[in-house]
């Protein structure tokens, strides 16, 4: 584990390779498991005032499910996490042309219709955070239907914090993540010493 500031992070963060084929997966993350992604309390109220802007890209089922019980609800563990569809898909899905499954969220954000880009756990993903009293560990999640993305990874040589720079960047800043850059460096020389 590396320590920077208050996180704790995973070595497979840096050591492991990640690149999201969608061609190969269709964005089947977003509609497989059996919870929604999870949520920051801020997010839900963010993701309320969006509704409208986002509406029309939504399925009719994922619409029933927003009106009958919101746009979150609280998992097992007692988190929020987003609504979801037959017990899986996240009721924020939409399918394009080629049938590829993407975010409508995400959609909006990208034609300049909101500011909001998409949940943070969505962003950040293979990247699970897990919040402690004292530390927030930064968790690399193997998921089997991610298998393509890996391999697409492992081709290309892109580590995952590399992969994931972006929503590293926007959940812990810029001086956090040269910190992680520098703990990786000095981690892949380690490795080779040793």
């Known amino acids: 584990m590396l320590q920077i500031d208050d996180t704790i992070v995973s070595f497979d963060v840096v050591e492991e390779q990640f690149l999201c084929d969608l061609n190969a997966c269709k964005g089947i993350c977003c509609i497989e498991g059996d919870a929604g992604a999870p949520l ?9 005032q969006i509704l409208p ?73 293979p990247i699970r955070l897990a919040r402690y009293k004292k530390f927030t560990a930064v968790q690399y999640h193997q998921w089997s239907v991610c298998q393509c993305a890996r391999t697409c990874g492992q081709k290309v040589g892109l ?4 992969f994931l720079k972006e929503p590293l960047i926007r959940r812990f800043g810029t001086e956090w993540y040269a910190q992680l850059e520098v703990a990786a460096k000095e981690l892949k020389q380690a490795r080779k010493d040793m």
């Open 159 to 162: 580590p995952v914090y590399k």
């Open 40 to 48: 920051e309390p801020a997010e839900i109220k963010e993701i309320e």
């Open 53 to 125: 802007v986002i509406w029309n890209d939504l399925s009719e089922k994922a619409k029933q499910v927003i009106e009958q019980h919101g746009v979150s609800y609280i998992d097992e563990d007692g988190e929020p996490v987003t609504s979801i569809v037959d017990g899986a898909e996240c009721v924020f899905t939409y399918t394009d042309e080629d049938g590829t499954c993407k975010c409508a969220i995400e959609k909006a954000y990208r034609e300049g219709k909101i500011k909001f880009y998409k949940p943070i756990s969505c962003h950040l993903y």
